[in-house]
């Protein structure tokens, strides 16, 4: 401490649970009658490294940190303390803990007698003044040159970590006004400015007496209680590790001695000034492995995501690997393989990094300004290293030399990007970000199973399958297959199985397998001229159902060769159920080729329907396509949208005509230039969109026809149709933005 930051000891514990309020709360003390203020993790990191400074000298140092110190705060204590020209290193409390508990016990603790045995957890609770956390490790066994080692392992804190309010600032407080600051002063003997308390206030902690701090406390039969039930969900654990300066309080409530009396080993307690032992010696251990090269624990990285374009198809890409993948902890971990595919394109006047941390609400950006326009696409490739509780993740975006142009890093780190925040300054979360990026073609558009049209399909479907089990023949009991279909229908964009074949969550997706079996079966032996409305029925439900199973994909392509025209049943299973691109290709082939020439005949509305379904439902629906067929494909669908528009009919074929061309826009995947925004039929479509909205501008005073039955468009469909057209331009200009408006309704 300094003549400006005050001096006496340091309020470790309030600093931490001060802390915890993301580091809102801040000291005040005055100097000379001169104001002085500082947040709590600031006092943390300046108090950190200077001690580590006075005890450690020129020796590597180990700072203790709870598991949930964020990435942002690793990074500041790590500054403070290379500022203070301090070697040192973070390292989880409850890693340190279980070190230095399999360090005292590493001769009692047997290896697994199978591959097959449960893997061993250590639940470790750290009591401290304002909060109570149990962080749960794995306890993984290796064989090390030495003999057999057990290795702590930490998973985040987000799918690891159990935590309620303590009790220590509320019992502190158990004195009157009076004493309150002499108390304050035995416990910190600091020179802080002393808040006014309000001696009415009975209920209130030491926090809120001294500091004017609102802390949330639980009493503790409440913590008691809460912990007992979060111990009794922890499977196969080796013992229970309770440290802290309110351990011995914890571990000795009711319920939670007897949950650990139910344990195979008795508890380990360290309380107080052995607690601060016990983490001290786990620090030596990691320190010793540190310097012997031997992995110390292992750790997950934090999900850290990039925003990237490839070829106008945007994603977020996961920087880090999977959430449950063990890195070393304490050590450099180096994407093994940098990410390839990412461009720098012609003309780009800057170079952008959009980053997701989901330790923050919020997507940050690093824009670098180059010096002069590119001159030609660059290809480039993203480097990637973090090291677990050391700070920032590091990114480095290298495009590569070509010709004259030379080589460009570009280094990156979370602390340092820029907060993209909304007009009203809120910070602006990944998918919003993603829906708001201009785009070359759109979204695949997934339908999802809704659960009240789920449990009304279960409910006949299991009918539906006794009555076929049963002791009568197959084929009559296809007569009651009629009702099953009516649930199963596709209808305002939900159904009861959803577009990729599944179930809602947690239902029973063996109904829906068994059934698509059963019903293949029938219809690819039942000659549907004999039992043409039972057969049509059936083939209509595998298609709403949007059935998968072996055989599925080579049934359908028969249906679709062996018939000269292609009619409405098998429209249904082919726009959803087709999965093979190959198989889609031959689809949309088939309808073009289907189109007689030299006449004004065209697709109709339920193959138009299928092909909305299929190109919007399907990744790689356009894979297998040819270029000619996706333009031809294109030219049919403004054919048909054109003679609509003439007829002043916006009926379903209207929609669906639109649907298919913007959709037909993610053949830009395979071929960038396809549908140029200058080319003839770019032109000519843009052109077609922006004459039907010209007439529903004249005629918004006016009732639209719907189709031939009479019908009229309300002004709110007329009013989302002139945005959706509005859309469809800027998709064939490459500035779409957002989810398709164009419906997609049976």
Not at 555 to 567: A, D, L, N, V, Y
Not at 690 to 705: C, N
């Amino acid at each position: 401490m300094s003549s400006e930051t005050g001096s006496g000891r340091f309020p470790v514990a309030a600093a931490w649970t001060g802390r915890a309020d993301d580091g809102n709360e801040r000291w005040r003390w005055a100097i000379d009658d001169e104001d002085h203020e500082l947040s709590s993790l600031d006092a943390i990191s300046s108090g950190a490294s200077q001690l580590a400074k006075i005890h450690g000298k020129n020796a590597p140092s180990a700072i203790v940190i709870p598991n949930d110190f964020r990435q942002r705060e690793q990074q500041k204590l790590l500054d403070a303390c290379s500022a203070a020209r301090v070697n040192a290193s973070l390292l989880w409390l409850p890693v340190a803990a279980a070190l230095a508990w399999l360090e005292q016990l590493r001769d009692t603790l047997k290896p697994p007698q199978s591959d097959s045995d449960d893997p061993l957890t250590l639940p470790i609770v750290h009591a401290d003044w304002g909060q109570v956390r149990c962080s749960t490790l794995q306890l993984v066994p290796t064989k090390a040159s030495d003999g057999f080692r057990w290795i702590p392992a930490r998973r985040r804190p987000i799918v690891s970590d159990w935590h309620t309010p303590g009790f220590g600032w509320t019992e502190a407080a158990a004195c009157d006004h009076v004493n309150s600051q002499t108390i304050w002063k035995q416990r910190f003997a600091s020179s802080m400015l002393a808040h006014e308390s309000d001696s009415s206030i009975s209920e209130s902690n030491l926090l809120e007496q001294i500091a004017g701090w609102s802390v949330e406390q639980k009493s503790r039969w409440q913590v008691d209680l809460s912990l007992a039930d979060h111990l009794s969900t922890i499977p196969s654990s080796a013992t229970i590790i309770f440290v802290g300066d309110f351990a011995n309080q914890v571990a000795s409530g009711e319920q939670v001695r007897r949950r650990t009396a139910a344990g195979q080993n008795p508890p380990f307690i360290a309380d107080g000034v052995t607690g601060e032992s016990l983490l001290a010696r786990g620090a030596a251990v990691f320190a010793r492995d540190r310097v012997e090269d031997r992995i110390s624990y292992l750790d997950t990285l934090p999900d850290l995501e990039l925003f990237v374009d490839r070829n106008h198809q945007y994603d977020w890409l996961s920087l880090l690997g999977d959430m449950d993948q063990f890195v070393p902890g304490g050590e450099e971990w180096n994407l093994p393989r940098p990410i390839d595919g990412l461009a720098l394109r012609r003309g780009a006047t800057s170079i952008k990094l959009v980053v997701a941390h989901d330790e923050y609400d919020g997507v940050r950006e690093l824009q670098v300004r180059l010096d002069h326009p590119a001159e030609l696409d660059l290809a480039a490739r993203l480097h990637v290293s973090a090291t677990p509780a050391q700070g920032n993740a590091k990114l480095r975006l290298l495009t590569e030399a070509y010709g004259t142009v030379p080589a460009r890093s570009i280094q990156a780190n979370w602390d340092r990007m820029s907060h993209l925040l909304d007009d009203e300054g809120v910070p602006i979360g990944k998918e919003a970000y993603a829906k708001s990026r201009p785009r070359a073609f759109p979204n695949l558009r997934p339908r999802p199973a809704e659960i009240g049209r789920w449990k009304a399909f279960r409910s006949r479907a299991k009918q539906f399958l006794g009555d076929v089990h049963g002791p009568d023949g197959v084929n009559s009991k296809y007569a009651s297959l009629s009702r099953l279909l009516d649930t199963a229908r596709v209808a305002s964009g939900t159904s009861a199985v959803s577009s990729d074949g599944h179930v809602p969550p947690g239902e029973d997706q063996s109904i829906v397998d068994e059934l698509t079996k059963l019903i293949l079966a029938y219809v690819s032996v039942t000659p549907s001229a004999i039992h043409k409305r039972t057969h049509d029925e059936a083939v209509k439900l595998l298609g709403f159902m949007s059935a998968d199973c072996v055989g599925m994909d080579a049934w359908i392509r028969r249906e679709i060769t062996q018939t000269s025209k292609t009619g409405e049943t098998t429209c249904i299973i082919a726009g959803n159920c087709i999965r093979n691109p190959k198989t889609a290709s031959i689809f949309v082939r088939k309808l073009l080729a289907e189109i007689p020439t030299g006449n004004k005949k065209r697709l109709l509305n339920y193959q138009m329907q299928a092909l909305g379904r299929l190109l919007s439902q399907r990744q790689d629906a356009m894979s297998e396509l040819r270029s000619q067929d996706a333009t031809l494909l294109v030219q049919e669908c403004i054919n048909v949208f054109d003679d609509e528009i003439k007829k002043d009919n916006l009926a379903w074929l209207f929609e669906h005509s639109g649907l298919v061309v913007v959709y037909a826009l993610r053949y830009r995947i395979y071929e960038q230039d396809f549908l140029d925004p200058d080319s003839a039929l770019a032109l000519r479509a843009k052109k077609t969109f922006a004459v039907a909205i010209e007439k529903l501008m004249e005629r918004r005073d006016r009732r639209w026809r719907y189709g031939q039955s009479g019908n009229f468009v309300s002004q709110a469909r007329a009013k989302r149709l002139l945005a959706a057209l509005k859309q469809l331009i800027d998709y064939i200009d490459k500035r779409g933005e957002g989810d398709i408006l164009i419906a997609l309704d049976e």
